[in-house]
């Protein structure tokens, strides 16, 4: 698998987390990590040198799968050196996450790393207006985005507190910066209009992840990633991650207006080629009809002729000989 292929929301939240488990690791050190609600299993692509295990309720083809309920985790406690949970968080009914986030915390030895959005003003209004462009555009209602607006998205201060009074000592990164992430969604999601435009979307997620990733790490952003230690974390492994923090500045701006007059401009030839079809299968029932036209009129002379007099004639004489 080509990782930078990937859908650039979902590269983004697996790379800020394969940057800090780096930046966590001894010299040589390989972890035990388990992906709570990681299905496919993408963790395994980032960090192919750990040993990496995955539990969802979907079904998932995979080495160390297993399917089980994230809020009652079938492991023991301490189980793996870190667990992870990216963009899961706030598909979790509220009454319900403080008991997932423990069910994290009891089976992992020293971290739990946490993406999610989190209540913001700003990231709601951008989960709205993407919910209504795919329902406009693609006439469904996606139902992640409908989980995020029936649930409501986690409050960060509440989850911070929560994991603080675990005895976690923490800190987050931002991840996604908002004024790309909404534009790149809606271009995305644009683009599964037409399976024709699949390779188009791979280029375009592959240019951004390569590019772009660097500057998504700041705020305004779509998610937090929260890493949290049951031991004191080191200075210096806090400056390290620090690092990974974007400055936000006029270089990152991206513009998307050439993109979006490139997708109208593959809309209007997919328009043009419907267009075609409609005009084929007109002229297909044209000619239907013109031959229908030609067989009643043939019905009609054969009708005057005197042979069919007498073949009807003699029908009649035929049905009174029955009776």
């Known amino acids: 698998m080509n990782v930078l292929e990937l859908p ?16 966590l690791r001894s010299p040589g050190q390989k972890f035990k990590i388990l992906d709570a609600g ?30 089980a309920d994230i809020l009652d985790l079938p492991f023991e406690d301490g189980s793996f050196d870190i667990v992870t949970s990216l963009d899961v968080l706030e598909h979790i009914p509220p009454e319900n996450r ?11 030895k020293d971290y739990i790393l946490i993406a ?40 960060k201060e509440n989850t911070l507190s929560f994991i603080s ?4 000592d923490m800190f987050f990164i931002p991840n996604g910066k908002l004024s790309h992430w909404l534009p790149m969604m809606m271009i995305l999601n644009y683009l599964d209009i037409h399976p024709q ?6 280029l375009i997620n592959s240019f951004y992840n390569e590019n772009y990733y660097r500057t998504d790490n700041c705020e305004p952003c779509y998610r937090y990633t929260i890493v949290a230690s049951k031991k004191v974390l080191p200075q210096p492994t806090i400056s390290e991650v620090r690092k990974l923090i974007s400055s936000d500045n006029k270089d990152s701006y991206l513009d998307f207006s050439l993109v979006l007059t490139l997708v ?10 419907r267009q075609k079809l409609i005009f084929q299968l007109e002229r ?32 009649k004489i035929r049905d009174i000989f029955r009776k």
């Not at 009074?165 to 976690?168: M, R, S």
């Not at 435009?197 to 791979?202: E, I, Q, W």
Request: include cysteine.
């Open 165 to 168: 009074a675990l005895g976690a």
């Open 8 to 23: 650039f929301d979902v590269y983004q939240r697996y790379k800020i987390t394969e940057e800090v488990i780096n930046i």
């Open 116 to 155: 999610a959005p989190f209540d913001d003003s700003k990231v709601a209004q951008a989960d709205r207006i993407l919910f209504e462009f795919i329902k406009l555009k693609l006439g469904y209602e996606n139902h992640f985005l409908v989980e995020h607006i029936s649930n409501g998205l986690p409050n």
């Open 284 to 315: 297909a029932i044209r000619n239907l009809e013109n031959d229908r036209d030609k067989w009643r009129k043939h019905a009609e002379d054969l009708m005057a002729t005197r042979m069919y007099w007498v073949y009807e004639r003699l029908n």
């Open 264 to 273: 109208e401009l593959f809309n209007i030839d997919l328009l043009n080629e």
């Open 38 to 67: 990681g299905h496919p299993g993408l963790i395994n692509e980032f960090l192919p040198e750990d040993n990496t295990f995955i539990v969802d309720k979907l079904e998932c083809h995979i080495p160390n799968f297993q399917k």
């Open 98 to 108: 403080e008991k997932f986030l423990g069910e994290l915390w009891r089976v992992s």
């Open 197 to 202: 435009f699949k390779r188009l979307a791979n």
